[in-house]
């Protein structure tokens, strides 16, 4: 606990672009609430169409990937075992990529029905879900891209763990990569009820 | 064992998960979205104080940086809104 403070810049650091990407998708909310008051018969028409059981699966993969992701660092912070973090690394990089392939899936099943942005059948539909859809896109890949970062940093780091370069000194590295993940899924906690439970 | 509070913290998230997605198949009208976001806004404040360590965090600093996130981005929704609604 000492030497919590150790690397306090780099905490600072970290939370400051953390800040910066609760604004970034800040933007995004604030689009969607907007459309969502304007069109909120069109969005709940819509949101029906999405599979709830996909992304109720996706919420407690990524809820599970942030439990091994704290792991990980309390593994190496106050236990000293690098070989367990590296494990615990590992299964949050294996839930990430969980979480891809059930997204995967889902945005298939969207593209076979015609639903994409700018496609002919969704342009059809009532300007409120053609807005519904774009921001789902949008938001949900925005969302999906900042897992792809994440478990490319959570590689990185168990590659460092793995050579001694982050050690219980050394290890504010380790900690923002944890942080930068758990605000990935504090984006999606907020995510899957605004898309998949308003209908 | 020494893993067990962020475990209790995991299950905390799960049970709160399945509550938001049973709440939502009932039918609570216009309500609904409070009670989703409600339950949404007590899991991400668990996330940010026992995974992310803002309970044990002693910067003042660092402790409030959320918070004010938070406020920023109310002020710009509700500011956004005043316009939008009474046009």
Known sequence: MENRDHGVGARVGMWLFLLSEILLFGGLFLLYSVYRAKHPGDFHAASTELSRFDGTLNTAILLTSSLTAVAAVFSLQELNKPKRTIFFLGATIAFGLAFLVVKAFEWTAKFEHGLYPNAAVLMKRPPGEILYFGLYFTMTGLHALHVIIGMTVLSVILAFVARGKATQERSAALENAGLYWHLVDVIWIFLFPLFYLIS | ?87
């Open chain 2, 1 to 87: 064992m020494a893993y067990a509070r962020y475990v209790y913290i995991w299950v905390a998230l799960i049970v709160l998960t399945a509550i938001t997605v049973t709440t939502a198949s009932l039918n609570f009208g216009r309500a609904g979205i409070l009670v989703v976001l409600a339950i949404a806004a007590i899991k991400s404040t668990l996330v940010l104080l026992y995974f992310m360590h803002l309970s044990s965090e002693k910067r003042l600093l660092l402790k409030l940086l959320v918070p004010i996130a938070i406020c920023t981005l109310a002020i710009f929704i509700g500011l956004t809104f005043t316009d939008v609604m009474y046009r």
